[in-house]
């Protein structure tokens, strides 16, 4: 078992649009949640930042933590074209990674359609 | 504020050769990380320097891979000899603080195709 899982897509979805993505992860020791967005040919650019369970909202987006279940969520509400992107969910035992650096899933790749 | 720089954007090359990639943090940055992203992948750390020092290298195949931060400000990340499996995206990336603490920003990468 993978230590994130994350669905690669593509996910298609009509301009306005609530968007769901999600992660699920093995290891129980994570705590900080992050959520990259990534356009072709760019390095990923961070989009949320959390620190255990709970939810934080910021603009269009919100991210869920679970630690219970495992499970991260990024909701991105009135979706726009300009936020098809792959999006990364990335964790670690340390705010910034630490030693060991950021564990990310494969990415979800998301499509708005106008 | 300049973001993290690298260059080459790309760089094609033909298996059992040398290819160097370089990186600029942003300036102040005390950590600095390369990540490899293969196709489909997510990023996956290859070494951390906090200044110049190196704090993990246990994913670096070090047969091959070498990396150095001279000064605590520039790095540069060579592979010598580079196999087909080394073709994918290599992300420099850095945060400010000096225990890996903070945020990380990443650079746009250098796409590497081993032929």
């Known amino acids: 078992q993978k230590e994130v899982e994350q669905d690669p897509g593509p996910l298609s979805v009509p301009e306005g649009a609530i968007v769901s993505l999600n992660c699920t992860y093995s290891?129980?020791?994570?705590?900080?949640f992050m959520w990259y967005r990534q356009y072709s040919r760019k390095g990923p650019e961070l989009l949320m930042y959390?620190?255990?369970?709970g939810n934080k909202e910021d603009g269009r987006f919100t991210a869920q933590v679970d630690k219970s279940s495992k499970y991260i969520s990024l909701f991105i509400r009135d979706s726009q074209p300009s936020d098809s992107a792959t999006y990364l969910c990335a964790m670690s035992a340390f705010p910034g990674g630490g030693a060991d650096g950021l564990t990310f899933g494969k990415g979800t790749h998301l499509i708005i359609q106008p | 504020e300049a973001g993290v720089a690298q260059s080459p954007r790309y760089k094609i090359i033909e298996k059992r050769q040398s290819v160097a990639f370089w990186c600029n943090p942003i300036s102040g940055h005390a950590t600095l990380y390369w990540y490899q992203q293969i196709l489909g992948q997510g990023p996956k750390l290859l070494i951390q320097f906090q200044n110049n020092g190196v704090v993990d290298d246990s994913q670096l195949p070090k047969d091959r891979f070498s990396a150095e931060r001279l000064k605590g400000v520039d790095s540069t990340l060579k592979i010598q000899p580079a196999k087909l499996e080394d073709s994918a995206v290599y992300l420099c990336a850095s945060s400010l603080d000096a225990w890996g603490n903070e945020k990380l920003f990443f650079g746009s990468g250098t796409q590497l195709s081993v032929l």
């Open positions: 290891n129980s020791a994570f705590q900080y």
């Open positions: 959390t620190y255990s369970s």
